[in-house]
């Protein structure tokens, strides 16, 4: 798995653009989806969303996700939960304090985030404190409903 995360890191920019994609998919799909109904959808939702994002980005569902700023790296995988940078316990080698055999995630996240079009811009951006009330939830259906205008 740890592998397959870093593989995603490397190719931050083919996968981001893969996700434009499926946004836009999405936004077509949205008055069809509506009709179905959100709630309706949340289950199937979130269950397809944690198999490919946890395939690829090892997701931790937390409900709010920032892939796209993090250079496609989930911030939800540091060990402390830190999700707007690094702790001062990086390691020279780029090493995690607490988990030494695995590399700082905001290390990966800094050099995914260089790949990406818009990844300059979207890692300089502050993340809002987790709400752990989504945690489990489909991001994907929260992001089009927030992208309709329509309550979360």
Excluded at 20 to 37: D, K, Q, V
Excluded at 66 to 85: A, D, Y
Excluded at 113 to 120: A, I, L
């Amino acid at each position: 798995m740890y592998a397959l995360r870093l593989w995603s890191t490397r190719h931050a920019r083919g996968l981001e653009t893969a996700y434009r994609a499926f946004e836009a998919a999405l936004a077509t799909l949205s008055p069809l989806l509506r009709r179905i109904g959100h709630r309706r959808l949340e289950r199937p939702a979130a269950a397809l969303e944690k198999m490919a994002k946890g395939l690829l980005f090892d997701c931790r569902m937390c409900g709010s996700c920032v892939l796209s700023s993090t250079g496609m790296t989930c911030p939800m995988n540091c060990p402390k939960e830190l999700r707007n940078g690094p702790c001062g316990g990086v390691r020279a080698d780029g090493a995690c304090e607490i988990r030494p055999e695995m590399r700082c995630v905001w290390v990966e996240a800094w050099k995914g985030s260089r790949r990406m079009r818009q990844g300059r811009a979207a890692f300089a951006s502050v993340a809002p404190p987790l709400d752990r009330s989504i945690a489990g939830t489909s991001s994907w259906l929260r992001h089009l409903r927030e992208r309709e205008g329509a309550r979360p």
